[in-house]
């Protein structure tokens, strides 16, 4: 291993700069050189530099790592279609090393392909099955694609090797429903007395509470999420002041005359599915995708993106006020455009319409509408409580500000309240472009409100999207397993099992004007 090699093993960058410099002054080795020198770069944060000696090492001599860590550079840069190509590319160049395999499988999951993820994962975890993360990565991916049984194999391993590994105890437990027969509660219960470290414990709580629920002991699910998101709200130090100042922003701006005015001659027609999480999205998802000119492209930062990088606001938030206030300026047909071109490259083919189902983009509905005017959008609504309960329940991504409101209670229904009231508000703006779809009238009487979304988005209906269940597409939301079951009103009225602890919620509905 060249020095350079090993000053970067043991993340001393200074080192490596000094010996890749030396490296890339010889024609022999130049291509060497300016990789690490490109890696260092982007390591610092200057991912554009760092990409810049990188594409000049594969112009030099192209190998499989070289143009997997140019991938995973373009995806720092949003970049998407073309880090596809590029992982494309390292993987066609035979990769012998397991990090380029996971760095390939990485760039394919963040895409959204799961098929592909799991083609790089497997010989990662071959080539070095002792590596956590690449084993969690493998078992994540077999989860997306419908192998419950493999992934919880890969999970258990990684438990053999890391009893307290929180992560892998929380995806175990969402993999299939516990019984009296089958369940990790008692394993969950040794782990969490061991006092694992924060993110750790939090998780584990969360599989233990899923687990509890599962088995109808409501109190002892509540206690533990109650726990978890006690310890987490205060971690993160989440305000609510600072999600109700985005939906200030989109009311206040929206109101005023001029505000993302003008045409947009804009003809493509993506379908939206939008609402809070846990309402039935996925479900929906998976209905609409049943119809042979539909497929998913998978819930896309590509609106938040396009208003971010043309209205230039260096907030270091996606969807703020600030921002917000900027795309009053904004073009709607640019903005139609800027979308397309994000959103294009996650289509998984040419032809026939994308679902577009980032749940939050329900904050967007106005520049939607405005900027693609042949767009279908759906909204899903859920009862009030059992919305509240459910997100309350599931652990989104920790870093994702969408959903820092999830760990408290109130702070949940807080935001269903503004939610309720932008949606109203986005019917008076623009009547009739958006479809409100109750996920207990789908449940209730499926062909019925099937069709009804059908025609909707300007659909001939098809009875495949009866038989949804069977759509082999991966998924990789919190509903994978229910979305592979026929429908089913389990999920109808759940907070009920936990109505002494919800009754603050109740009562803040009540106050609110809130219909339950």
């Known amino acids: 291993m060249s020095l350079a090699r090993q000053a970067l093993a043991r993340g001393d960058m200074a080192a490596v700069r000094h010996h890749a410099a030396a490296l890339a002054a010889q024609p022999a080795s130049a291509a060497e050189g300016r990789f690490l020198l490109g890696i260092a770069d982007a390591s610092e944060g200057r991912v554009s530099a760092g990409l810049g000696h990188v594409e000049a090492a594969i112009a030099i001599a192209p190998t499989a790592e070289y143009l997997a860590q140019q991938a995973r550079l373009l995806i ?40 592909a993820a799991l083609r790089a994962f497997e010989p990662a975890v071959a080539l070095d099955g002792g590596k956590i993360e690449y084993r969690y990565n493998l078992a994540m991916a077999l989860g997306f694609v419908g192998r419950t049984a493999d992934a919880a194999a890969q999970h258990e391993a990684i438990l053999a090797q890391s009893p307290a590994n929180g992560r892998a105890h929380y995806a175990l437990s969402g993999l299939a429903k516990a019984s009296r027969a089958a369940n990790h509660i008692d394993r969950l219960e040794a782990v969490l007395a061991r006092q694992p470290g924060a993110d750790d414990a939090l998780r584990i709580r969360y599989a233990l509470a899923k687990e509890y629920e599962d088995l109808g002991e409501a109190a002892a699910a509540f206690r533990h999420l109650d726990a978890a998101n006690t310890a987490h709200k205060a971690r993160i130090g989440y305000d609510f002041a600072g999600d109700a100042a985005i939906f200030d922003a989109l009311e206040a701006g929206f109101r005023r005359p001029g505000f993302f005015a003008g045409a947009s001659a804009r003809t493509d027609a993506p379908i939206f599915i939008t609402g809070m999480p846990r309402t039935g999205t996925t479900l929906v998802d998976r209905i609409l995708s049943s119809h042979p000119g539909v497929h998913s492209a998978g819930e896309l930062q590509a609106m938040p993106l396009a208003i971010k990088q043309l209205g230039g606001t260096k907030s270091r938030f996606v969807t703020d006020p600030e921002t917000i206030a900027a795309s009053a300026a904004l073009s709607p047909d640019a903005v139609g455009a800027a979308y397309m071109a994000h959103a294009s490259q996650h289509r998984r083919r040419a032809d026939g319409r994308f679902i577009d189902k980032l749940p939050a983009n329900f904050l967007y509905i106005g520049h939607i509408a405005r900027a693609l005017p042949r767009a279908s959008i759906v909204c899903l609504r859920r009862h009030p409580m059992d919305t509240v309960w459910s997100n309350y329940k599931n652990l989104f991504a920790t870093t994702s500000a969408y959903y820092a409101y999830s760990h408290d209670l109130l702070d ?68 994978a397993a229910q979305v592979r079951r026929p429908m089913y009103r389990d999920s109808v009225a759940r907070w009920r099992a936990h109505e002494a602890a919800l009754a603050p919620v109740q009562a803040f509905f009540a106050e609110a004007g809130i219909a339950l």
């Open 76 to 115: 720092l840069l949003r970049r998407d279609g073309e880090a596809r190509s590029a992982a494309l590319a390292a993987e066609a160049m035979g990769p012998d090393d397991a990090l380029t395999f996971d760095t390939i499988g990485n760039i394919h999951a963040r895409l959204g392909d799961h098929q």
């Open 412 to 479: 949940t229904a807080r935001y269903y309240a503004r939610f309720d009231r932008l949606m109203a508000f986005w019917e008076g703006l623009v009547p009739g472009r958006v479809l409100q779809l109750q996920y207990e009238d789908l449940v209730t009487n499926q062909e019925a409100e099937s069709r009804r979304l059908f025609a909707h988005c300007g659909l001939e209906w098809t009875d495949a999207a009866l038989d949804f269940h069977t759509n082999s597409a991966a998924v990789a939301t919190p509903s």
